[in-house]
């Protein structure tokens, strides 16, 4: 009698246990899905902001490399300019 008494409630603790693990498992979906969707919004807000940044960061990085090209043309200048006198020097010294 022990034996039955046992199994049964062993039965109805394991499926009470079972609903509740369903019914936190919903929960848990349903709050996902809310944040996912918030998530989504809050996405779609921020993507001209997004689409702006792009913009501005490819205008800055291309004017950038601009002025970074025209140093470096004016150091490569400087240095031509200052091998050549140096050199016209040398050949002063020579004669």
């Known amino acids: 009698m022990k034996n039955k008494n046992i199994?049964?409630?062993t039965?109805?603790?394991?499926?009470s246990v079972a609903k509740k693990t369903q019914l936190f498992i919903k929960k848990a979906?349903?709050?996902?899905?809310g944040a996912v969707k918030a998530l989504k919004k809050?996405?779609?807000k921020e993507q001209p902001r997004r689409e702006e940044y792009k913009k501005e960061?490819?205008?800055?990085v291309n004017k950038a490399l601009e002025?970074?090209?025209k140093i470096g043309g004016d150091v490569i200048e400087?240095?031509?300019k200052d091998i050549n006198e140096i050199?016209?020097?040398g050949k002063n010294k020579n004669k």
């Open 11 to 15: 039965r109805l603790i394991s499926k």
């Open 42 to 44: 809050e996405w779609k």
């Open 87 to 89: 050199n016209s020097r």
């Open 7 to 9: 199994t049964k409630k």
């Open 78 to 80: 400087t240095i031509k």
């Open 57 to 60: 960061l490819k205008s800055t």
């Open 29 to 33: 979906n349903k709050k996902a899905d």
């Open 67 to 69: 002025n970074g090209m």
